[in-house]
């Protein structure tokens, strides 16, 4: 079976695990999220890319959540003590040689599908079954605009990855804005996953800036939507609060609520122009069930706390288990 996921990084590669071990047979292509990528001190870091491929590859701190396992941060201490900024943003040891060749290898000119492409050729030679691409080759960014009362307008664009890690998401997100998006494009791999496909499933990742860049490259989402492949969404908001990350920051900044049903709804079911054939949401958000049906979309619900491996593939399980008649992949 051909599985194709569209994660954000530390959520959405647990997620993965989970997909993995629901699925040991399958070829699963990650499409990953590259709107938090961002340059520093020359060099060209992709936060949700690396976590997913250390995760993955066995390499990943897991008490962290993100970066290398059994880190150092000498390099670090060493800019620290020069004053060189940005300080805020921890580049580990071990983590800098990835981005050392990345950088390197987009300087020379190789897109950024090629460069996951060699990196992941380390972390996830043990499983050929496993692909990692980036939804673009292009350069996108996701800005977020909050409250300046010095600034002469009364607000200012910070990068998200300032806004998440320098700041804690605490200063009010008045906009998220996506710089580059509109000319970007899905790469050729990811369109012809998408093609191939024989179960999309859209991680519970932060619906703003995890799964919110890649459906607004332009075209993935008609081809999301044209892909004979059942899709199936999983609510990364439990019980109204996200499990991981700042979802409840940033929702309201697009005019949603912080709710399972309204973040389904945000989606949309295919029948009526939205990328979902069926919504998952946790057993505590079961009340509002038929809000979501009566907006048209299919829903289940479950327990989706991702205790481990085996919890995630069981929850991966009961959706397949219900997805609309006439819809269910091929063994």
């Given at each position: 079976?051909?599985?194709?996921?569209?994660?954000?990084?530390?959520?959405?590669?647990?997620?993965?695990?989970?997909?993995?071990?629901?699925?040991?047979?399958?070829?699963?292509?990650?499409?990953?999220?590259?709107?938090?990528?961002?340059?520093?001190?020359?060099?060209?870091?992709?936060?949700?890319?690396?976590?997913?491929?250390?995760?993955?590859?066995?390499?990943?701190?897991?008490?962290?959540?993100?970066?290398?396992?059994?880190?150092?941060?000498?390099?670090?201490?060493?800019?620290?003590?020069?004053?060189?900024?940005?300080?805020?943003?921890?580049?580990?040891?071990?983590?800098?040689?990835?981005?050392?060749?990345?950088?390197?290898?987009?300087?020379?000119?190789?897109?950024?599908?090629?460069?996951?492409?060699?990196?992941?050729?380390?972390?996830?030679?043990?499983?050929?079954?496993?692909?990692?691409?980036?939804?673009?080759?292009?350069?996108?960014?996701?800005?977020?605009?909050?409250?300046?009362?010095?600034?002469?307008?009364?607000?200012?664009?910070?990068?998200?990855?300032?806004?998440?890690?320098?700041?804690?998401?605490?200063?009010e997100a008045l906009e998220v804005v996506r710089v580059g998006i509109e000319a970007a494009r899905p790469t050729a791999a990811v369109l012809a996953a998408l093609a191939a496909a024989d179960l999309v499933l859209v991680a519970p990742s932060n619906p703003v800036?995890?799964?919110?860049?890649?459906?607004?490259?332009?075209?993935?989402?008609?081809?999301?939507?044209?892909?004979?492949?059942?899709?199936?969404?999983?609510?990364?908001?439990?019980?109204?609060?996200?499990?991981?990350?700042?979802?409840?920051?940033?929702?309201?900044?697009?005019?949603?609520?912080?709710?399972?049903?309204?973040?389904?709804?945000?989606?949309?079911?295919?029948?009526?122009?939205?990328?979902?054939?069926?919504?998952?949401?946790?057993?505590?958000?079961?009340?509002?069930?038929?809000?979501?049906?009566?907006?048209?979309?299919?829903?289940?619900?479950?327990?989706?706390?991702m205790a481990d491996a085996d919890a995630t593939a069981a929850f991966v399980r009961h959706a397949l288990d219900r997805l609309p008649t006439g819809s269910a992949p091929a063994a």
């Amino acid at each position: 079976m051909q599985i194709v996921v569209l994660a954000g990084g530390v959520g959405g590669s647990k997620f993965v695990q989970g997909v993995r071990r629901a699925h040991p047979e399958a070829t699963i292509t990650v499409v990953g999220n590259t709107a938090d990528d961002i340059t520093l001190h020359g060099l060209r870091v992709c936060p949700d890319l690396d976590t997913m491929m250390y995760t993955l590859g066995g390499g990943g701190d897991d008490a962290r959540g993100w970066g290398r396992l059994d880190e150092s941060w000498r390099v670090l201490g060493e800019l620290s003590a020069y004053g060189l900024e940005p300080s805020w943003f921890s580049l580990g040891d071990l983590d800098l040689g990835t981005h050392l060749v990345r950088t390197q290898m987009l300087e020379a000119g190789y897109p950024l599908t090629e460069v996951t492409q060699a990196l992941c050729a380390r972390w996830l030679a043990d499983d050929p079954g496993l692909r990692l691409l980036p939804m673009s080759d292009d350069r996108v960014e996701t800005h977020v605009v909050i409250p300046d009362p010095d600034s002469p307008a009364g607000r200012r664009a910070v990068h998200f990855q300032e806004y998440w890690v320098r700041l804690h998401a605490v200063p009010e997100a008045l906009e998220v804005v996506r710089v580059g998006i509109e000319a970007a494009r899905p790469t050729a791999a990811v369109l012809a996953a998408l093609a191939a496909a024989d179960l999309v499933l859209v991680a519970p990742s932060n619906p703003v800036v995890s799964i919110g860049p890649i459906l607004a490259v332009p075209g993935l989402r008609a081809a999301l939507r044209a892909t004979p492949a059942p899709v199936v969404g999983f609510a990364g908001i439990l019980g109204g609060a996200p499990v991981l990350g700042m979802a409840h920051r940033l929702l309201p900044a697009i005019g949603v609520a912080v709710e399972a049903a309204a973040v389904g709804l945000h989606y949309g079911s295919r029948d009526a122009g939205g990328v979902l054939d069926l919504w998952v949401m946790d057993d505590r958000d079961a009340g509002s069930a038929a809000e979501v049906t009566g907006g048209g979309l299919a829903v289940t619900t479950t327990d989706l706390v991702m205790a481990d491996a085996d919890a995630t593939a069981a929850f991966v399980r009961h959706a397949l288990d219900r997805l609309p008649t006439g819809s269910a992949p091929a063994a």
